[in-house]
């Protein structure tokens, strides 16, 4: 400034900055000395922080490092967002993971690195894996080497974690659930079914640990604590094997139903209470993350062949002698893609984006059923969709990932944006993709294998 022209205090400088972008922030803070520590100030950089994502912890900046600050967290996970929205040669490592010698029917991370609370320096992350080859097995997706693995069991049928409290639950080909010590791969109990193909589903409620169990018999078995003693099972789907599990986030509800009968009705649980949904043959049902306990389902609709989308709310009303479970029909609407032999996949962002997948067609729909965008990404159909707050990931038999970005539009709602694929290898060694999962800073997706051994296919960013 000119010697003639009075000094801008401290506190005007940094009330102006606040109308500026981290761009114009940066480059404002070149310009003199008194402009560097007023762009500098710690406020203007968590403001800028919270305005971008809802949640920010600067406790992640001081495992070891200097310089803790809001612009050090700001300009670190922005920059490692760019790399994770470009997809550049270089913002990432891939590396295949081998050891399975046969098909893997599932894959969870059991330390990853959260989208809520990134750790922007550690990026290591652990994913435990089951196969037919009746193995379960723990992979450094960094350096793809296998921590342990379990002895050798009836082939195997699914997997699921609680990271929390890290703890690998499968189930095997011949009903068995199993639980695992993640660190170790030590077995800590089990539990027969004697059902060959069990949905499982774990959560807590307070202190509380359960697994609910869903059945080819159409039964849902609830097991607590790591014993995993039977507390209860009801029959949902007689005749007709359980492949609809959900809780909601609330951990209040369960909804269980099968898609084998366009008659059938999916239960809602409570306690000792059930009643049905008023809607038959459901194909795809998913709790909306961001609402205590809104459900929405596709489900077969009138006439016969045509589809539709429905939006419930789930309740309990109690009076003075029974409580009663009420379902609360929010919206409906029909839904036209091809969803004759073919897998249909749904997932919610938040309250008003719900993102529905068939064949090669992933179509996003509001909560009145307008249709927000729709991407043909793959060329041959999608067999698996990972969300988060960041990213949504697709899998494809055309063993490619498509990788798709959110971001807030004008209107202040969100937008799905399309922006790259990313490879699988190739088509003389797999099929094609047949599951995926992300955390914050990886994407981990299942490669099946034309010799009948699957790869897992980790692919990492760092800043």
């Not at 693995?149 to 009836?154: E, K, W």
Request: with cysteine; hydrophobic share 35%.
């Amino acid at each position: 400034m000119a010697a003639s022209q009075p000094y801008l205090i401290g506190d005007c400088l940094i009330q102006i900055f606040t109308f500026l972008s981290e761009e114009d922030l940066i480059s404002a803070s070149s310009v003199c000395k008194d402009w560097h520590e007023a762009a500098d100030t710690q406020w203007l950089w968590r403001r800028l922080c919270l305005q971008r994502w809802s949640f920010c912890n600067l406790a992640v900046l001081g495992s070891g490092q200097e310089d803790v600050s809001w612009k050090r967290y700001y300009l670190r996970r922005s920059h490692l967002e760019m790399k994770m929205t470009k997809g550049s040669t270089g913002g990432y490592t891939c590396k295949s993971i081998r050891g399975h010698t046969g098909k893997v029917v599932g894959f969870v991370y059991l330390q990853g690195n959260l989208s809520q609370n990134p750790d922007l320096w550690s990026s290591s992350a652990t994913v435990c894996s089951a196969s037919t080859d009746g193995t379960v097995r723990a992979w450094n997706i960094q350096n793809g080497k296998c921590l342990w693995s379990s002895p050798v069991q009836s082939p195997l049928a699914g997997i699921i974690c609680d990271e929390q409290r890290e703890v690998v639950i499968t189930a095997d080909s011949t009903g068995l659930i199993k639980t695992w010590q993640g660190q170790t791969g030590q077995e800590v109990a089990s539990f027969p079914t004697a059902s060959p193909h069990c949905m499982l589903l774990q959560y807590n409620i307070n202190n509380d640990w359960f697994l609910t169990v869903g059945t080819n018999m159409g039964s849902v078995c609830t097991l607590a604590d790591s014993s995993l003693s039977k507390k209860s099972s009801v029959v949902v789907c007689d005749s007709f094997g359980v492949n609809i599990l959900l809780v909601s986030p609330d951990k209040k509800w369960i909804v269980a139903g099968t898609k084998d009968s366009r008659d059938l009705s999916p239960k809602v649980f409570h306690s000792e209470e059930n009643n049905s949904l008023p809607v038959s043959g459901g194909q795809a049902a998913v709790f909306i993350p961001s609402q205590a306990a809104r459900l929405a389902i596709v489900h077969h609709s009138q006439p016969r062949g045509n589809n539709a989308l429905t939006v419930f709310d789930v309740s309990i009303k109690k009076t003075k002698y029974k409580s009663e479970i009420q379902v609360q029909q929010v919206e409906s609407f029909p839904v036209s893609l091809n969803m004759r032999h073919t897998q249909i996949l749904l997932e919610a962002r938040d309250s008003n984006c719900i993102m529905l997948a068939a064949g090669h067609q992933l179509c996003v729909y509001s909560l009145k059923g307008a249709l927000l965008a729709s991407f043909t990404d793959h060329d041959l159909p999608i067999t698996s969709i990972c969300v988060d707050s960041f990213r949504a990931v697709t899998a494809s038999q055309d063993l490619s990932l498509r990788v798709l970005t959110w971001r807030r539009a004008a209107d202040g709602g969100l937008k799905l944006e399309s922006q790259y694929h990313l490879l699988g290898g190739s088509h003389t060694m797999s099929r094609g993709f047949t599951r995926v999962a992300c955390d914050y800073s990886s994407i981990v997706a299942s490669a099946e294998g034309l010799d009948g051994k699957d790869v897992l296919k980790a692919y990492s960013f760092t800043c």
